[in-house]
């Protein structure tokens, strides 16, 4: 069974703060890695992908892969109480996409 | 562009009702999934269609069947809708599997009592 572990959280960060979230999965073969953003209530929107080790930068986010340690993890610069939400990990996986829980992320203010 | 259409968005429905849950998607997407989302538990994938022509199971199909009706449209049905199918259910579109970036419809509520 593929799996993609990640705390569930919440996770309080206080605004301005840098909010730091994990994600393992168990599938070595893995070659694309995702981090969705879901509001409550709303359905899961695409923020991030990254596809080789290493770190990508967007704006305020940054993916970090390590294939080797088969973990992947999304940091959220400056943050804002709009970046409340729960943050989904997604590997694709023989051609799915397999899914973590989730975390959830309260920004202060 | 509408993107994702998935219709209703709230339904209750009495123990052994049926129902069909729609979705349509007009970005000319092949790959389209029905998953549902439980608290704690995270996306759980029902079936999924490759492309038009056909579908397969995915981790939680029992209770559920679909119809690829043509490239735009995947339907999921409840035939006999138990309490354990209380869930959010979301359509999602991708335009094919060697693309990952996955985009969904708002969502179907459906309480089953």
């Known amino acids: 069974q593929k799996e993609v572990e990640q705390n569930s959280g919440p996770l309080s960060v206080p605004e301005g703060a840098i909010a730091s979230l994990n994600c393992t999965y168990s599938?070595?073969?893995?070659?694309?890695f995702f981090w969705y953003r879901q509001y409550s209530g709303k359905s899961p929107e695409l923020i991030m992908s990254i596809y080789s080790n290493g770190d990508k930068e967007d704006g305020r986010f940054t993916a970090q892969l390590n294939k080797a340690s088969q973990y992947v993890s999304l940091l959220i610069r400056d943050s804002q109480p709009s970046d409340s939400a729960t943050y989904l990990c997604a590997v694709k996986s023989n051609y799915q996409l397999i899914w973590g829980a989730g975390t959830k992320l309260i920004i202060k203010p | 562009n509408a993107g994702v259409t998935q219709t209703p968005k709230f339904q209750v429905l009495k123990t052994g009702q049926s129902m069909t849950l729609q979705c349509a998607q007009d970005m000319n997407h092949n790959s389209m999934y029905w998953y549902r989302q439980d608290p704690g538990m995270g996306l759980r994938l029902i079936y999924y269609s490759a492309s038009e022509g056909t579908t397969d199971k995915g981790e939680v199909p029992n209770g559920y069947n679909v119809s690829r009706l043509n490239k735009r449209e995947f339907s999921l049905r409840l035939e006999s809708a138990a309490p354990s199918q209380t869930s959010v259910y979301f359509c999602a579109s991708i335009m094919d599997t060697m693309n990952t970036e996955a985009f969904f419809g708002q969502g179907t509520r459906l309480t089953v009592v």
């Open positions: 599938d070595r073969g893995s070659q694309s």
